[in-house]
């Protein structure tokens, strides 16, 4: 079945540059989640979307980190002037339900990542 | 999110059971210990979770203890393609955001 899916897997840029990656959730999840993962250490929380509504933003490192998810579905994180402490890989995850909705089977289904470098 | 401890790094024989522990002592009553694995160069995977009882499903078994301070991810005939790092995360589920700390990154040796 269709799990979640990251695009471009890899991304090579330019200090300064713009990038801007992509995630499609599984479909009908309302949860859409960011991390970013340095080398050598665990995933860090950068950003939540429930269905289109960011509501916790409160990991984005700095004003040049954006997220967007206007429909509800697909999501992409922009980096504006790229530095090379961006340097990461960037994982989405998607779960079905509401966050504080109470239910406690709901896991985050991880996309492969997209490996960040730059130079 | 409670903070949890696991030691960094953990060796086990391929066919033997591994016991991976972490330590949630600060852990509040309506957080679920989660359990998730990184294979390399993959996204995170969710393997378990537990509130107070043990639960076992097909790919691993968690005990709690009584006092919910401490808990055991069990794989009880660890392959090769266990090979990864385990995460133990605190966390009041319903999609809430999970915070990883460092793991342990455990080696299944032939």
């Known amino acids: 079945g269709a799990g979640v899916s990251q695009s471009p897997r890899y991304k090579v840029a330019k200090r300064g540059q713009d990038v801007a990656l992509r995630c499609d959730p599984i479909?009908?999840?309302?949860?859409l989640f960011w991390y970013q993962q340095a080398l050598g250490q665990g995933p860090e929380f950068l950003t939540y979307?429930?269905?289109?509504?960011?509501?916790?933003k409160s990991g984005l490192p700095s004003d040049r980190f954006f997220a967007e998810r206007p429909e509800g579905s697909v999501s992409t994180l922009k980096i504006q002037r790229t530095q090379q402490e961006d340097s990461a890989v960037y994982l989405c995850a998607s779960s079905l339900g509401r966050i504080n909705a109470g239910a406690a089977n709901n896991e985050q289904f991880f996309g492969p990542g997209t490996r960040l470098t730059v130079l | 999110d409670a903070k949890t401890t696991q030691p960094p790094s953990m060796d086990c024989a391929e066919g033997r059971a591994a016991n991976l522990p972490c330590n949630h002592s600060?852990?509040?009553?309506?957080?679920?210990v989660y359990w998730y694995r990184q294979i390399h160069s993959q996204g995170p995977q969710y393997i378990i979770h537990?509130?107070?009882n043990n639960e076992t499903n097909e790919m691993a078994s968690l005990i709690i203890t009584e006092d919910r301070k401490s808990s055991t991810l069990i794989l009880p005939h660890a392959t090769l393609r266990d090979t990864a790092v385990y995460y133990c995360?605190?966390?009041?589920?319903?999609?809430?955001?999970?915070?990883f700390g460092g793991g342990t990154r455990l080696m299944v040796k032939p």
């Open positions: 600060t852990i509040s009553g309506n957080e679920y």
């Open positions: 979307f429930q269905n289109e509504a960011q509501l916790d």
């Open positions: 537990g509130l107070k």
């Open positions: 479909s009908g999840h309302v949860s």
């Open positions: 995360i605190a966390s009041v589920g319903a999609g809430n955001m999970l915070t």
